[in-house]
């Protein structure tokens, strides 16, 4: 099976490189540390700090593995490329809720860059799906669990 293609924008990609360089380079050193000193401490066998220490590695190594997955099958968002009169991956969208009367900004990202606490939504997301495709102008009703939003598009940019 073909793996999935991961989508980033150019400042996504860096951050996982990042992440990726600090995981391999300071957090196995610090396990490696954390992982001497405990068997330094004796029987491994009740030893908590032991245990701490290779569950804390195998979370590092499955971690690198997934990261190093996500890069090898990244495809980055060109901003050039993406549309500025329709919402697609890599734009900023500003919408203005139907019913609450309030505006809210979203950043469409692919799913590793997805931070909904700083409002950027994966474009696998109810939202950020049912908002692709859509202008400037538009109203768009997406059904989410807890019932229907509809949201007017007042203005698609390019993320940066």
């Not at 030893?47 to 990244?74: C, H, M, P, V």
């Not at 505006?103 to 799913?111: A, F, L, M, R, T």
């Not at 931070?115 to 049912?130: H, T």
């Not at 908002?131 to 009703?141: Q, Y």
Request: hydrophobic content about 35%; glycine content about 6%.
């Amino acid at each position: 099976m073909a793996e999935k293609e991961t989508l980033l924008t150019a400042n996504g990609l860096k951050k996982l490189e990042e992440e990726l360089e600090y995981l391999k380079t300071v957090k196995r050193q610090e396990v490696a540390e954390r992982l001497k000193q405990a068997i330094e401490f004796g029987d491994i066998s009740e030893n908590s700090e032991y245990e701490d220490a290779k569950n804390e590695q195998a979370f590092i190594e499955g971690r690198i593995l997934t990261l190093e997955k996500k890069l090898r099958n990244a495809k980055v968002i060109v901003a050039s490329e993406v549309p500025d009169d329709v919402v697609s991956l890599g734009s900023r969208v500003t919408l203005k809720d139907l019913d609450e009367g309030e505006e809210i900004q979203y950043e469409i990202v692919g799913s590793m860059e997805a931070d909904p606490a700083e409002n950027r939504i994966s474009n696998e997301s109810p939202v950020g799906k049912a908002l692709l495709g859509h202008h400037t102008g538009e109203t768009v009703t997406i059904q989410v669990p807890a019932g229907n939003l509809r949201y007017q598009i007042l203005n698609i940019a390019k993320v940066h």
